[in-house]
């Protein structure tokens, strides 16, 4: 048996047993199950008192230790806390004196880093005492074990699995293993808000507009980029072979997973400036939604190609059945995590809806994150991916039960997954500072990172441009050149390629793998994003769209229907952008999802065929039937609540739609009474700006209409 | 061969993962369920249960079909491994198992009657926290935001008395329920259900310690409900916040407390080590809390931070954490530390805070306060029927009941007693028997008694502790209503009756008064800290106060310059004042109109005392209007609140 096969199943293990303790803490993970200091203490002097003398030393001895233990995971805590704090004063201060190469995230890479050198070069290595027994009575590792030291009992559980070679270095500095953390904990604590506020903060009318594009871009961009980066790293592999700069094995699945894990895009850095600068809002929608989607892809990604395990003896030969197997691992996880999470934000939009629990922020809010986190927890007991499921469960919050919270609790839900959101992205990036220096199995390849850093700039170029090409033939507002070479530059690394990176780094081509991702989001992070700001007045993209023209891409991104300059225009834009079946799929949300999910959109009994209408009559909420009558003062309710910044833009909204041909105006009031066919592929286009524009259009444009008449 | 293994761990980690997740995903179920129920509850004003009361019932529910519905399914950790190599545990393991080396890490030590529950039911096993959780991540928020919600005027105003409760009374009610218990141990020695020498005084003391930490969350929710006065509001609330801070420190020094030789035998050296140990934890993470706030408010003041509520909220965040970390990284207890951070945020920082901040932080708490206590109340449920090692002692429990109204009352009563003598607003016989009353038992006597089961007396402390808890909320909390129109206590003190009350409403008179009740109510040590709180560390920390030019002497004349924010010069105090005042409440929008009122005669003593500094009598009545200033707003904000709910 090949060695790179026999170190895998111990690194299956090693991730393997953490897990559900990890899962079990949502804030705190370093802290769980090590603190035992009072607990010790407590039983020290109970049953030490009357046990005998030297076993109740070693006794103390041990409980010292774990008092000693517990102390150290709060200062390296209180390390990360630091850092923390640093990196938000000193964000502070760059915003302040609007400093904009460096970004908030790069700014924690280099407090990580900096600290990283400390804790390696600044703290003697201690030794640990740890004692190595052969056991024989066993063949395989247990979760928990019991041991019987001289009469007393005492409980150990499984931390990981440690190559041979490195035991002496495990010995080496307790400190750096402290710092270290277990990778689930980004996966099960880490990434889950970060995803979620993505999916919940996703602008709705320019990311529904843009859909075809973006869905093109993550799936088949993301495959695309895969397969040439792991392509490309395959002749850079074989190169390394023949110059004998190789020492372990390194096989062409393990250059594919590089591919998927190398694929996940994370523009955060300038996401953030495009925000600041208020940049051509279809950009951002593009890019945002792009990065969104390809996190989810990449994992899935990622962890089928792990599971492509091709029958027969040789391992690593191409076999079909497995290749299909894999692909239908892919499509089946995805679909999965994408049905989990779907249904649970159905779930919610139905019990905000039917229950009158707008009246309790506090329990609305905490019912939305118990809803939302039990999306993850379902997914991953289902064996789905967790964060997958939360980021599209974040998308159908964002759609429907946002619409049916009290404002209170609108403005709770966004700031605690902001305020969760910010703390963890930092986190994660402050940890990858200290990564380069704290984690301890780098492995250095010069030829191997000049390669990725080749094959990244490649693929991205390779997804980018001739997917444009292919999008533009179909789209009416094409994506300009300069939009393509802005996206192409915006192929920045970040926290999801980290994760999935640092997740198995048991053998040596992932430890490489590793070391490179690391290096690679040092570098774009850095350098791409300082270099956004010059290279956005180089490429010439519009820059300070004013709210007046289009909304700012503010980051609460809830407002939804600001009306921009030439209502029409953009009407027929879009409805040319979407394909049919994002048009069945508008008008199908529109007639039935919102108004069995939400207290907006037309009643049910009107969509519905008359032979449903007992059910139609049940679901549909009593404020819809308001709705049709007063249609003006309603819907002009609807709009001051679900804007959140429409307050502010309220009258230029007036005057833009006043401008707008006041036959838009009739045909959507036509269209809300559901008369003629025609004008409901108006009304569908209408829904495709912006859910919530079709129920306030009726108000919008009925008074220009007088207006004008 | 390898590959078969490969699978095999594979699939095993795909179990563990499955199982973390799953256990979670009940918690999350149930705290669901409970949320529902409780908005039925409140939207149906039904008052007989409370939200920590349903989700308690649910837990018992999950629990009773946990135990009883999956099969018992055997996990391989029940086999023992002799070593004779090893001599002692030590907190890492090495194990080589077939050319692969694993690390264990040192979990606990069980004792040997405890070895074959562990072989029973995995589910079971899974459920079970490891208790440390409390005490690192639940407790801190709901101890955080019980610091950073005490209600700041009228809790000063009593600071004194419930000083006095929380640290006397708990001092009291430990040692009267552990010398009742000793007691009872002793005779049922006699009647020979316990083995004799099983039970020491030490663990009798320790079990009076943790029950002595009162958790009125019940009570409180319906006082905030019903507005209740708000003197026995703040009394008890105060109580049962500090109490809990005592009682853990308390619980630490008797659990240390460990005698040479004979361990029932009192020993001068081991107690008074005790006692040095309990003053300087106390003193220590008090030290460490209140630095940190003080660090934050320092941080808030003089940047610029507040333009970005988002960094200011993080901020403010990691601080409070921090301090929790440091004192554990110290060997204090890092709750008592974040206790006394809250205070003294609300008391600080939370005046350099922008207004979006301050509702951002708020609700931030509120929010984790909320999913904090309801699981663990949730899981004392399911504790019931899933920790597996209950001893169910009738006549300990019995003997429980007993000693903790017993010392309850023990605790109230003289204290009230000797409280009176010195106070001019008298706490009257019903309060004193609502306060009897409120002894309800919570989430910190579970955590205490949980985090350490390993020996009997211990396990049959928790299983008391348990029932305890279920009882007083359930019973207590349910009986609180009837009790409160029995004892004829004023409810439903509305908004402006309260601000007639208030002392700095529109009459003067009346203001002076309740000043002058203030003041002599506090002490004279309490009057100095005023009026150096006034003086110095609110215009060091805070945007309010008098400029730090005119307060410190003139040697310090650039220190203080540089101290002093440059609004405190602005507009000589007068807007200052009002400002600030209106600036320390969330929702003084809404009331600022009465706000602008009552805050006029501060600035009007604020200019005279501008023009004779010295006199110190009107630096008095200016003080205790501090004092009190801003806090009227708070609590109308809070009552505002509960009309929103």
Request: glycine content about 8%; overall charge negative; some cysteine.
């Amino acid at each position: 048996m090949e060695s790179g096969d026999a170190a895998r199943p111990g690194s299956g293990q090693a991730t393997g047993a953490p897990p559900p303790r990890l899962l079990l803490l949502p804030l705190l993970p370093l802290l769980l199950g090590r603190g035992l200091r009072v607990a010790a203490a407590a039983s020290a002097s109970s049953s030490g008192a009357a046990a005998e003398d030297s076993s109740a030393m070693e006794e103390l001895a041990t409980e010292k230790e774990a008092e000693e233990s517990h102390r150290q995971d709060s200062v390296s805590l209180l390390t990360f806390i630091l850092l923390l704090t640093l990196t938000i004063l000193t964000i502070w201060l760059f915003k302040h004196r609007r400093v904009r190469f460096l970004h908030e995230t790069g700014l924690a890479m280099i407090y990580g880093l900096i600290v990283g050198v400390i804790l390696r070069y600044g703290i003697p290595a201690t030794s640990g005492r740890d004692k190595s027994l052969s056991c024989t009575q066993e063949d395989r590792a247990f979760s928990t074990l019991l041991v019987n030291v001289s009469g007393k009992f005492f409980e150990y559980t499984l931390k990981g699995e440690i190559s041979p070679g490195k035991i002496n270095s495990v010995e080496q500095n307790d400190m750096l293993r402290k710092v270290t953390f277990d990778p689930e904990v980004f996966f099960n604590i880490l990434l889950p808000p970060i995803i979620f506020h993505a999916g919940y903060s996703l602008k709705k009318r320019h990311f529904f507009r843009n859909l075809g594009s973006i869905l093109a871009y993550a799936f088949l961009g993301t495959a695309v980029s895969c397969f040439i980066i792991g392509n490309l790293m395959y002749g850079v592999v074989k190169l390394m072979k023949i110059m004998g700069q190789l020492s372990d094995k390194f096989y062409y699945t393990d250059c594919l997973f590089f591919g998927a894990i190398i694929s996940a895009t994370d523009p955060v850095t300038v996401l953030a400036i495009f925000n600041e600068l208020h940049a051509d809002v279809d950009l951002y929608a593009l890019l945002f939604g792009e990065s969104v989607l390809n996190d989810a892809v990449a994992i899935v990604l990622s962890s089928s190609i792990v599971a492509y395990q091709p029958a027969g003896l040789n391992t690593h030969a191409f076999d079909a059945a497995a290749f299909f197997k894999s692909v239908g691992i892919f499509l089946g996880i995805f679909s999965g995590s994408f049905t989990m999470g779907a249904v649970t934000g159905v779930v919610t939009a139905l019990v905000t809806k039917f229950t009158k629990l707008h009246c309790f922020p506090l329990l609305e809010t905490a019912l939305f994150f118990l809803m939302s986190w039990s999306t993850f927890l379902l997914a991953e007991a289902c064996g789905f991916t967790g964060v997958v499921a939360v980021l599209f469960c974040g998308i159908t919050q964002a759609h429907y039960t946002y619409n049916n919270l009290s404002v209170e609790s609108r403005s709770r839900t966004k700031q605690l997954f902001e305020v969760l959101h910010f703390l963890a992205e930092n986190f994660i990036f402050s940890y990858m500072g200290l990564a380069l220096f704290t984690f301890q199995k780098h492995v250095f390849s010069p030829i191997f990172i000049i390669g990725a850093f080749v094959a990244i700039f490649l693929g991205r170029a390779a997804h980018i441009y001739p997917l444009s090409f292919f999008l533009n033939l179909g789209r009416r507002h094409k994506i300009g050149w300069n939009f393509q070479h802005m996206m192409m530059f915006s192929g920045l690394r970040g926290a999801m390629a980290f994760a999935l990176a640092i997740r198995d780094t048991a053998s040596y081509a992932r430890q490489m793998m590793f070391t490179t991702t690391l290096l690679i989001v040092f570098f774009t992070v850095w350098i791409i994003g300082g270099g956004t700001t010059p290279m956005l007045s180089w490429l010439n993209i519009r820059v300070g769209v004013d709210p007046d023209q289009d909304p700012p891409p503010n980051n609460d991104s809830f407002q939804v229907l600001q009306g921009d300059g030439p209502d029409s225009a953009r009407g027929n834009r879009t409805k040319q952008e979407s394909a049919w079946i994002f048009r069945l799929w508008y008008s199908f949300d529109h007639n039935y999802l919102k108004p069995i999910l939400t207290h907006s959109g037309p009643p049910l009994t009107t969509t519905l065929p008359a032979w449903c209408g007992l059910l139609a009559r049940c679901l549909t909420s009593p404020q819809v039937y308001d709705n049709q009558e007063p249609l003006r003062e309603e819907d002009s309710d609807f709009i001051l609540t679900e804007g959140d910044l429409t307050l502010t833009y309220g009258d230029s909204t007036v005057t833009a739609n006043g401008s707008s041909s006041s036959h838009t105006a009739s045909t959507s009031l036509e269209g809300s009474r559901r008369t003629k066919s025609s004008s409901e592929e108006v009304l569908e286009r209408d829904l495709g700006m912006g859910d919530q524009k079709v129920s306030s259009r009726g108000t919008r444009l009925v008074f220009p209409l007088e207006d004008n008449a | 061969m390898e590959r078969q293994s490969r699978i095999m761990s594979e699939k095993d980690e795909y179990q563990f993962q499955h199982q973390g997740a799953v256990e979670l995903l009940v918690f999350n179920f149930l705290l669901i369920l409970t949320i529902l129920t409780i908005w039925l509850f409140k939207n149906h004003r039904f008052r007989f249960l409370h939200e920590t009361g349903g989700a308690m019932v649910y837990g018992l529910i999950m629990g009773l079909i946990l135990r009883y519905a999956t099969a018992p399914t055997d996990i391989e950790s029940g086999t023992v491994y002799d070593c004779v190599k090893l001599t002692f545990s030590p907190s890492t393991l090495l194990v080589n198992i077939t050319d692969q080396v694993y690390e264990y890490k040192y979990k606990r030590e069980i004792s040997q009657h405890n070895i074959s529950p562990h072989q029973g039911n995995a589910i079971l096993e899974k459920m079970t926290f490891d208790p440390e959780i409390f005490f690192n991540v639940l407790l801190p928020p709901i101890i955080f935001h019980a610091g950073y919600s005490l209600k700041k005027r009228h809790f000063f105003q009593n600071l004194g008395s419930i000083l006095t409760y929380a640290f006397l009374g708990t001092a009291i009610s430990c040692i009267v329920i552990g010398l009742i218990m000793y007691g009872f141990v002793k005779a049922m020695i006699h009647a020979g259900q316990l083995k004799n020498g099983d039970f020491h005084f030490t663990d009798c003391l320790f079990f009076g310690s943790l029950m002595s930490a009162t958790d009125p969350v019940t009570v409180l929710a319906i006082f905030h409900e019903l507005h209740v006065d708000l003197d026995l509001y703040t009394l008890l609330f105060g109580e049962s916040v500090l109490n809990d801070a005592v009682a853990i420190v308390l619980t630490y020094s008797i659990s240390i407390y460990s005698p040479k030789e004979n361990p029932n035998a009192f020993d001068a050296a081991a107690f008074f080590q005790s006692v040095g140990n309990f003053l300087g934890i106390f003193a220590g993470s008090f030290a460490m809390g209140s630095a940190y706030a003080i660090i934050t408010a320092l941080l808030t003041k003089f940047t610029k931070l507040c333009e970005f509520p988002m960094l200011e909220t993080g901020l403010f965040f990691l601080l409070s954490w921090s301090a929790f970390l440091s004192a554990e990284a110290a060997g204090l207890t890092g709750i008592v530390a974040v206790l006394f951070c809250g205070v003294t945020q609300a008391h600080y920082t939370y005046n350099n805070l922008s207004s979006d901040s301050k509702i951002r932080t708020k609700q931030l708490f509120e929010f984790m306060n909320f999913l904090a206590e309801n699981v663990i109340f949730c899981y004392m449920g399911l504790a019931l029927f899933t920790f597996q090692n209950h001893i169910f002692n009738a006549f300990f429990i019995l003997g429980a009941f007993l000693a903790i109204f017993v010392a309850r009352a023990c605790n109230i009563y003289p204290l009230s007693f000797l409280l009176n003598l010195g106070r001019k607003q008298k706490i009257p016989w019903n309060f004193q028997h609502m306060m009897m009353f409120s002894g309800l038992r919570g989430a910190i006597a579970f955590a205490l008694a949980i985090r350490n089961t390993e020996s009997q007396p211990k396990q049959m402390m928790f299983t008391t502790t348990l029932l305890l808890v279920f009882f007083t909320v359930w019973v207590f909390g349910g009986g609180t209503t009837p009790m409160l129109t029995w004892l004829q206590i004023r409810v439903g003190v509305d908004l402006d009756e309260n601000l007639k009350e208030d002392p700095s409403s529109q009459h003067q008179e009346a203001n002076n008064l309740d000043k002058n009740t203030t003041k002599a109510e506090s002490a004279r040590l309490f009057r100095m800290w005023y009026g150096f709180d006034h003086k110095y560390l609110k215009p060091i920390l805070t945007h309010s106060g008098p400029p730090l030019t005119t307060t410190l002497p003139e040697w310090c004349g650039p220190i203080s310059r540089l101290l002093t924010s440059p609004q405190a010069y602005g507009e000589q105090l007068k807007d200052d004042d009002v400002e600030c005042i209106v600036n320390q409440d969330e929702l003084a929008i809404h009331y600022q109109e009465q706000a602008s009122s009552p805050c006029s005669p501060p600035a009007r003593l604020g200019l005279d005392q501008k023009a004779s500094p010295q006199t110190p009598g009107k630096e008095n009545i200016y003080e205790g209007d501090l004092g009190l200033g801003g806090y009227e707003l708070k609590l109308e904000q809070t009552s505002g609140q509960s009309q929103l709910n």
